[in-house]
């Protein structure tokens, strides 16, 4: 069994930045694909990025690119999401995700473990 919890969302003014990290335990993290996903108020929750085990490649949604970076540290447990020139359609909460069986994964389903969620707001 997996943990993820989330933290480091908050308000932030457009242009702003934040960094949200997961903490993960119950199982090495370097065992684990990573994901980030969000869900936008009335929207279905959507792929942001991944990182892979070691943290050699990541891969980010061309709707963030440029602006997001994941990252990770294995030794720490924890998985991070760098959030710059945020906009206001960045408003959701984001999720982070574990997946066991996969070297890279965009769908929801292919992750089995899932944080709470914390709550990122971009005011404009």
């Known amino acids: 069994q997996v943990q993820l919890v989330e933290s480091g969302g908050g308000l932030v003014q457009a242009g702003g930045s934040l960094r949200l990290s997961c903490a993960a335990s119950?199982?090495?993290?370097?065992?684990?694909?990573m994901g980030w996903f969000r869900q936008a108020p009335g929207k279905e929750r959507e792929f942001v990025g991944s990182?892979?085990?070691?943290?050699?490649?990541?891969y980010v949604e061309n709707s963030v690119k440029g602006r997001f970076t994941i990252s990770r540290d294995n030794a720490k447990s924890t998985v991070y999401l760098q959030m710059n020139s945020l906009k206001s359609e960045d408003t959701a909460v984001y999720f982070c995700?574990?997946?066991?069986?996969?070297?890279?994964?965009?769908?929801?389903?292919?992750?089995?473990?899932w944080g709470q969620g914390t709550q990122v707001t971009v005011s404009s």
């Open positions: 995700a574990a997946s066991t069986k996969y070297y890279y994964a965009q769908s929801q389903g292919d992750y089995d473990y």
């Open positions: 119950g199982r090495t993290l370097s065992s684990l694909l």
């Open positions: 990182i892979t085990r070691s943290g050699g490649a990541t």
